[in-house]
Nanobody, 115 residues
Framework: QVQLVESGGGLVQAGGSLRLSCAAS????????MGWYRQAPGKQRELVARIPHGGSTNYADSVKGRFTISRDNAKNTVYLQMDSLKPEETAVYYCNAEVHTNGYWGQGTQVTVSS
């Protein structure tokens, strides 16, 4: 079992920045990759960024050059730095941990970008 706790969401003006954090606990040694997803009202959940355990990060095309995913292994924490935010990126952002064929989710953190 893996537990994930997100933090760092909030309200920001268009063009602003936020940094999300996701702290993992439990069977963290079994995590193959971690990622950030988002779900806007009435839309499907979509991948924003992903960081494998040993390997290249990947990003949704819409966030390349503006968002950065990183991790601090000593703190078992993954971050998502979001710059130049747009109103259409208002959504609940979820942290995900991939463990073999299973996926674990955090509770989500709301990001609201005002125009």
């Amino acid at each position: 079992q893996v537990q994930l706790v997100e933090s760092g969401g909030g309200l920001v003006q268009a063009g602003g920045s936020l940094r999300l954090s996701c702290a993992a606990s439990g069977s963290i040694f079994s995590i193959n990759a971690m990622g950030w997803y988002r779900q806007a009202p009435g839309k499907q959940r979509e991948l924003v960024a992903r960081i494998p355990h040993g390997g290249s990060t990947n990003y949704a095309d819409s966030v390349k050059g503006r968002f950065t995913i990183s991790r601090d292994n000593a703190k078992n924490t993954v971050y998502l730095q979001m710059d130049s935010l747009k109103p259409e990126e208002t959504a609940v952002y979820y942290c995900n941990a991939e463990v073999h064929t299973n996926g674990y989710w955090g509770q989500g953190t709301q990001v609201t970008v005002s125009s």
